[in-house]
């Protein structure tokens, strides 16, 4: 099939029974190959049967693979052999220089967390860095493993590492600077998750919300401490806190996080657009863009959470921008760590990270027997085993199933 590729055929085109190539006509020597499963490959094809992989149309773009193909093609007309050249570079390729050349611009631009990602490379392997990709071994990274262990270091991270290491090189592959991927097979290191998850006690919630309630009555007397001497010196005053539900973002973030299980990031990311309080059952959508599984999810809102961000949006209406949480720029907010700790501080609470609040949202359901697939749902797990973790909050779900046998 010959036609010129753009990103709408790419985006319409349907997969057949058997692979097909699409070549395209703006583009001398591009060429999509189709998969059954609906998988696409951009390629150069520099001679007759002569081609070499660009990569993944889900993860090059084509203005990238364009780019490539003129490189390739500049080559040829100079008198280089692309795939000697690629040869050349398998054999020589150092993991910093992969690195360096080509996996953390990609990273930091394509990634989330990319620039974390490298770092966690380049830290952790920090002795590996000179290795040729292609002399990369399942051996190595064993004794790599072995020795983290007796340091130390607990077993969830040094998967955390292997991990990076893994995706790094699989990149590489995706891009034709491996055959294959050296720890493809690699296995994880067994994990015993042998710490409950943290919730609140009764007492403690009590605690943090009398303390988040006296920090807004602080701050309502500092606003008026403010303006009492703005008003003595003739100046315009502030807005009197006291007109407004919350004086300001942290009460209707603790309240939504502890109502809603959403993590940091898709609190932060969280657009009014994305939020129906007027629909039937009221709901939020946490978008696949910013949510950790990649894939988009309903999560129902109480009557809590309902009011406490028709309250906020009330405030939010006197700013700019679509943000439900929007920084004081206007844009995504990077940490709340200073005001949250003084918190926590304030309430007398020790060992609960921002995070303990998710759990204590999943938590809280599977003690009011929720079944743990609904809880599933609402948190975003991929894998069922995250939401086991709360199974033994919910003991009554086993009690009910095992004397229906009676």
Not at 92 to 119: M, N
Not at 193 to 212: G, I, N, S
Not at 236 to 263: C, Q, V, W
Not at 317 to 346: C, P, Q, Y
Request: include cysteine.
């Amino acid at each position: 099939m010959r036609t010129s590729i753009t990103r709408k055929l790419l985006d319409t085109t349907k997969p057949k029974a058997t692979p097909f190539d699409i070549r395209c006509t703006r583009m001398k020597g591009l060429i999509v190959r189709v998969q059954p499963s609906g998988a696409m490959t951009f390629y150069c094809e520099y001679d007759r049967n002569r081609r070499l992989k660009l990569g993944r149309a889900d993860h090059l773009s084509l203005t990238e693979a364009h780019d490539r193909v003129r490189d390739i093609m500049k080559e040829v007309y100079e008198g280089v052999d692309p795939s000697a050249e690629k040869r050349k570079q398998r054999e020589e390729l150092t993991i910093e220089e992969f690195i360096d050349g080509y996996y953390e611009p990609w990273a930091t631009s394509h990634l989330r967390s990319g620039e974390a990602v490298v770092k966690r490379i380049r830290v952790a392997f920090k002795a590996h860095l000179g290795t040729k990709l292609s002399k990369v071994s399942v051996f190595d990274m064993e004794r790599f493993r072995s020795a983290r262990l007796k340091q130390g270091v607990t077993a969830t991270t040094v998967n955390r590492d292997t991990g990076a290491l893994r995706a790094l090189l699989s990149r590489a592959e995706e891009w034709g600077f491996l055959d294959t991927n050296p720890l493809g097979k690699l296995k994880r290191l067994r994990v015993e998750d042998v710490t409950p998850p943290r919730y609140l006690q009764d007492d403690e919630r009590e605690r943090l919300f009398a303390a988040l309630d006296a920090r807004e009555q602080r701050r309502i007397e500092e606003r008026d401490r403010y303006n009492q001497w703005r008003r003595e010196r003739k100046h315009n005053e502030y807005p009197d806190f006291r007109r407004y539900p919350f004086t300001d973002h942290l009460k209707p973030m603790i309240i939504l996080s502890l109502n809603t299980g959403l993590r940091r990031n898709e609190l932060f990311t969280l657009t009014w657009d994305n939020v129906y309080l007027t629909h039937t059952t009221p709901f939020l959508t946490v978008r696949a863009a910013f949510a950790k599984s990649k894939k988009s999810r309903h999560v129902q809102l109480n009557a809590l959470a309902v009011e406490t961000l028709r309250q906020w949006r009330t405030m939010w209406e006197r700013n700019t921008g679509n943000l439900v949480f929007g920084g004081r720029t206007g844009g995504e907010f990077d940490n709340v760590s200073s005001s949250w700790a003084k918190l926590l501080k304030d309430a007398g609470l020790n060992n609960f990270r921002w995070h303990d609040m998710r759990h204590d949202f999943a938590s809280r359901l599977a003690m009011a027997g929720v079944n743990l697939n609904t809880i599933r749902e609402l948190l975003g797990h991929s894998d069922y085993k995250m939401t086991l973790r709360y199974a033994h909050l919910s003991p009554k779900e086993g009690y009910d199933a095992v004397n229906m046998l009676v």
